[in-house]
C-alpha cells in the first residue's frame, strides 16, 4: 500500500513513519510512505498521476496550504483517498469540496491513523460496482462511480459521466432503483452522485467539472443532510 504524507513539520513526518511501520509489524499490509516537506514538492514530484493509495495532508503549509494542494490533486485523481490533519478545527468544513474522508487533529495518534489505513486496504481490494443499461441492440457496461448525474427526458433518462452520456428508454423510477447508494434525488427530474458533488446551494447542486443540476424547494433540506453526512462518514468507508 502506498501512501503519501505531507508536512512542512519534520517531526511529524517521522513519527507518522513510526506509526505505519507498526501497523506493518503487527500484520497488516506493507507500506510504503513518501514523505513531502510542502505542497511544491509533491506536485514537482507527481505531475500527471499520484501513484498513492492514501494521501495525508497537513493543512497549515506555508505558501500553498494543505486545501489548495488537495484541489490540484483532484484535477488530476478525483479517486484517490485523502485525509487532512491540522492544529486547529477551523477548516473542518473545506474537507467536503475535496473529499476528504477525514480531518484529524495533530499529534496523530494510533487511535486515528489505523481505522484510516484499514479502510484503504479494505478499498483497494473492494470490487468496483457497475450497472448494466441499453436495450435489445447495444449494451453499456457503466461503473458506477464515473456516473456524474441523471436527467428524465420524456421516456428516456440521460445518463451523464464526464467524458459522455447516453440516452437510455427507462423511467426515473426504474433508474433510481437500480442507483442506490450515493445517488440522491435534488428534484423530481434529476437524479446526482454524491461521489461527485462539490457544493449545495438552495436552489442548484455543483458538481465536478463545472456541472450543475437544479435543487427543488422541497428537496434541499434532505439533499443537504445527506451530502454532510455522507462527507462525515467518509464515502469509501
Known amino acids: 500500500m502506498r501512501i503519501a504524507y505531507c508536512d512542512d513539520e519534520k517531526v511529524q513526518g517521522i513519527y507518522v513513519k513510526e506509526l505505519t511501520a507498526e501497523w506493518e509489524r503487527e500484520g497488516n499490509s506493507s507500506c510504503e510512505l513518501t514523505i513531502y516537506g510542502s505542497a511544491e514538492e509533491m506536485l514537482f514530484e507527481n505531475v500527471d498521476f499520484f501513484p498513492f493509495d492514501f494521501i495525508i495532508l497537513d493543512i497549515e503549509l506555508d505558501r500553498m496550504n494543505g486545501i489548495e494542494l488537495a484541489k490540484n490533486i483532484r484535477k488530476v485523481d478525483r479517486n484517490v483517498i485523502i485525509a487532512f490533519l491540522s492544529n486547529s478545527k477551523e477548516y473542518v468544513f473545506d474537507g467536503y469540496e475535496v473529499q476528504a474522508v477525514r480531518y484529524l487533529l495533530k499529534p496523530i495518534t494510533r487511535e486515528q491513523l489505523f481505522p484510516l489505513l484499514d479502510m484503504v486496504r479494505e478499498n483497494s481490494t473492494k470490487e468496483k460496482q457497475y450497472i448494466i443499461v441499453g436495450g435489445l441492440v447495444e449494451k453499456i457496461k457503466l461503473e458506477l462511480d464515473d456516473i456524474l448525474y441523471v436527467e428524465a427526458s420524456g421516456h428516456y433518462v440521460n445518463i451523464y459521466t464526464e467524458k459522455t452520456s447516453y440516452e437510455v428508454k427507462m423511467n426515473m423510477n426504474e433508474i433510481t ?7 440522491i434525488s435534488t428534484h423530481r427530474s434529476y437524479l446526482v452522485n454524491l461521489y461527485h458533488v462539490d457544493r449545495i446551494t438552495k436552489s442548484e447542486c455543483h458538481l465536478k467539472g ?28
Do not use: C, D, H, W
Open 177 to 183: 432503483n437500480k442507483l442506490k447508494g450515493n445517488f
Open 210 to 237: 463545472g456541472y450543475t443540476v437544479p435543487v427543488s424547494r422541497g428537496a434541499y433540506k434532505k439533499v443537504n443532510q445527506e451530502f454532510i453526512m455522507y462527507y462525515k462518514r467518509g464515502e469509501l468507508e
